[in-house]
């Protein structure tokens, strides 16, 4: 049941809506990420088996100002793909601001409720292919509850793509939320706590460990509401790997993928040969728990997941299946990749190069969408041994990093 917790935190998202976004910024970007690119959704949801014309439906439970939302349908439309969107929320003003991005788009009609996740099912809201749940379970008071009210109106065979915060890469968050409760307890207005923040932001010391955080920004960049989420918040609590595959064990869940799978393994970060058989005899939660407390640098958890024993074989590169890229800018990494036969990679501030095969550069600037590998291969002037060996290479090299997928069968 609400309890005066609850109260607050709907309070805060009326005053500040999160994240803060304007809907005239989107004539200008698309907001794009982990969860819930079209891309990412049709790889390790559907496991690149799912035909592109079937049409699915999506929940955004706790929905907010509507980034995975507006993404995944601005990402649909551009390739004509038949979609379904509700938006589920509490927040009316969250609403009126994904309301208006979607008109500002000229978006495909989109349902909006305003319930919490816990209504859940609900008539209407009964069944969905795939369910994007962002930033919402570390803030109720019972997230096995909220995770088991999801996974009721998940179709079989379907998805989740959720995020969690994760505690190491929060370093001087708590301590920061705690010494703000001394100094603006939640009995005083949100507007002067607000200024309270600010004013400690401005004085914190080099030595603080927020201030030394390069994984958070939201009190840096996110304006008053990004302030008010990550310092002032009424509930909010973090997951450790091993917590969060708990969480999702309890609701019957398992992870496909940890977004980017790269990142969570160890050897990426202890590159000691003499340690490579110790980490390779750990199974492989224990080699996400260590890569995490190893790297110490994630400040959330991003996660495919699906029922335990549901989720579909992993995709695999084939003759006639179609490689897609993963990012912003496709050809400017293939230009980037055909001069330096490598990739710079950062993540969280660790920064490390993923060495590249010779025929790299040839072979992504060929990667549309639409050529399948077969057609890439027969594109290219050298014997087709060397292009499997290679091609085969750059996948094992991108693939992990959710830079190369594969898209579903037309």
Not at 2 to 17: C, G, H, K, N, W
Not at 140 to 159: C, E, F, N, R, Y
Not at 224 to 253: K, M, N, Q, W
């Amino acid at each position: 049941m609400p309890d005066a917790t609850d109260a607050r935190i709907l309070a805060q998202y009326e005053a500040f809506p999160y994240p803060e976004r304007d809907p005239r910024d989107e004539a200008k970007r698309l907001i794009q990420g982990s969860p819930s690119d079209l891309r990412e959704i049709d790889h390790w949801v559907f496991g690149a088996a799912r035909a592109a014309s079937l049409p699915f439906r999506a929940l955004f439970a706790g929905g907010g100002t509507g980034d995975g939302m507006i993404m995944l349908a601005a990402q649909a439309a551009a390739a004509g793909r038949p979609l379904e969107i509700t938006w589920l929320d509490r927040s009316p003003a969250s609403e009126a601001i994904a309301r208006a991005r979607a008109a500002a788009r000229g978006l495909p009609a989109i349902t909006f409720v305003r319930a919490s996740i816990l209504d859940l099912p609900m008539p209407g809201l009964e069944t969905f292919d795939y369910i994007d749940c962002v930033g919402v379970l570390h803030h109720l008071p019972d997230p096995a509850a909220g995770l088991a009210a999801l996974v009721s109106v998940l179709a079989p065979g379907g998805g989740l793509g959720l995020m969690v915060y994760a505690p190491l890469g929060r370093s001087g968050v708590y301590p920061m939320q705690d010494a703000l409760r001394l100094l603006a307890p939640e009995t005083e207005p949100p507007r002067d706590r607000l200024d309270v923040a600010r004013r400690v932001l401005r004085g914190m010391p080099p030595t603080n460990l927020l201030a030394r955080n390069e994984s958070v920004t939201d009190h840096t960049l996110g304006g008053d509401a990004g302030i008010f989420d990550l310092l002032l918040h009424s509930r909010d609590r973090a997951y450790t790997v091993p917590e969060f595959a708990a969480l999702l064990a309890g609701a019957g869940l398992a992870v496909t993928a940890w977004v980017e799978p790269r990142r969570y393994d160890p050897a990426l970060y202890l590159n000691d040969p003499k340690l490579r058989p110790r980490i390779e005899a750990l199974d492989p939660l224990a080699r996400a728990a260590l890569a995490e407390l190893v790297a110490g640098n994630m400040p959330v958890h991003i996660v495919y997941a699906h029922r335990a024993g549901e989720a579909p074989p992993p995709p695999q590169p084939a003759p006639g299946r179609v490689p897609v890229l993963r990012h912003p800018d496709p050809q400017g990494v293939a230009r980037t990749v055909a001069t330096d036969r490598q990739l710079g990679v950062t993540m969280d501030g660790f920064r490390f190069v993923v060495p590249l095969p010779p025929l790299a550069g040839a072979i992504l600037q060929r990667v549309d969408g639409r050529r399948t590998i077969e057609e890439i291969a027969a594109g290219l002037p050298v014997p087709r041994a060397r292009f499997d060996a290679e091609f085969a290479q750059l996948w094992a090299a991108l693939m992990p990093l959710n830079r190369l997928l594969l898209a579903p069968p037309s």
